[in-house]
């Protein structure tokens, strides 16, 4: 196999690709359409940026000068009994939909998430007091460092709190296996559409371009509630305000840029530290090159994760 085999695409306009509808040209964009090729180009590209659905990130307006893999085509779901073997790059609404067409319950919570399984479990991301930990057996996963294909149980995954193994950068998810629960199609009906209506309650659909949950919540405490105290629905930069019915979401307003929305999550942050002296930890990631400003607010707001 060659990178010549693999669909490339040259100066790709990222920002159409990001639910926020923000970012800049990137200098090679990569599609691997199944396992093999994405193995292949983890094993013959230096330091690419990985991206899934591109839903829990703000891609810089100023673009990339590397490479980026994407896995939007590595889609393909198997069910087995009451195990469901998925790649990376299968979306939560096409997750959900598999388990209840086998009368499987433990995914209802992802049918409104516009991400991907890869990332999902990279975010540990839950919803309505269902987890992705919670189902999860092992994960297939591509080792930096070795350059080869591993298999992690569970136990060794250090799922926590909007976290796991796969954010200290060695590990890259390749497929994950999960057992889940029988159950009737109506009563995973019931859950699906119940999770589907609040989420149409309390954040924005993807009309209105948005990165999901700004912040992440504080330990036994909520983001949304101490935004919405410390009076952050009244705060707005170029193009981005707050979301009026939830607190801890940004929506893009016009043509907004990077800049643009961590000028407002700044703001925000601000806002919760001075009332509070709580400094909260932003739930959405930064990716691509940073302008002076940008530096400047992301070693404020990302001290806890990023460098």
């Keep these: 196999m060659e990178l010549k085999d693999i669909e490339v695409k040259e100066n790709f306009d990222i920002k159409n690709m990001t639910t926020f509808k923000v970012g800049g040209i990137v200098k090679k964009v990569y599609f691997p359409a199944n396992q093999q090729e994405f193995v292949f180009l983890l094993k013959t590209i230096k330091n690419p940026i990985i991206l899934g659905g591109c839903s829990n990130i703000i891609f810089s307006s100023q673009g990339y000068d590397g490479e980026v893999i994407s896995t939007i085509k590595m889609d393909n779901i198997m069910v087995r009994g009451t195990h469901v073997l998925a790649e990376c790059g299968v979306k939560g609404p096409m997750a959900s939909q598999s388990a209840y067409n086998a009368s499987l319950s ?8 516009p991400g991907t399984i890869g990332g999902n479990v990279y975010m540990n991301a839950g919803a309505h007091g269902q987890n992705i930990s919670d ?13 080869e294909v591993v298999y992690i149980e569970k136990d060794k995954m250090d799922f926590g709190y909007r976290k796991s193994l796969l954010q200290n950068g060695k590990y890259i998810l390749l497929g994950a296996e999960f057992e889940l629960k029988k159950s009737s199609k109506e009563d995973i009906k019931a859950l699906m559409d119940r ?7 309390i954040q924005p659909s993807l ?9 992440k919540n ?9 935004l919405d105290k410390a009076g952050v629905k009244e705060l707005c930069a170029d193009n981005v305000k707050v979301w009026e019915k939830h607190a801890n979401f940004i929506v893009n307003t016009g043509d907004a840029t990077s800049e643009n929305v961590l000028e407002l999550i700044y703001k925000m942050y601000m806002t919760v530290k001075e009332t ?8 959405i990631r930064f990716i691509g090159k940073r302008n002076k400003r940008e530096e400047e607010i992301c070693k404020q707001i990302y001290k806890k994760t990023q460098k």
Aim: net charge negative; glycine share 8%.
């Design 106 to 113: 433990g995914f209802e919570f992802m049918i409104g998430f």
């Design 135 to 147: 189902s999860f057996i092992k994960a297939c996963l591509f080792d930096t460092k070795s350059k």
């Design 195 to 201: 999770n589907l209506e609040f989420r149409k309650n």
């Design 207 to 215: 009309a209105c371009p948005n990165a999901g949950s700004v912040f």
């Design 218 to 226: 504080p330990e036994n405490d909520s983001a949304g509630r101490l």
């Design 276 to 283: 509070y002296t709580i400094e909260l930890e932003p739930e």
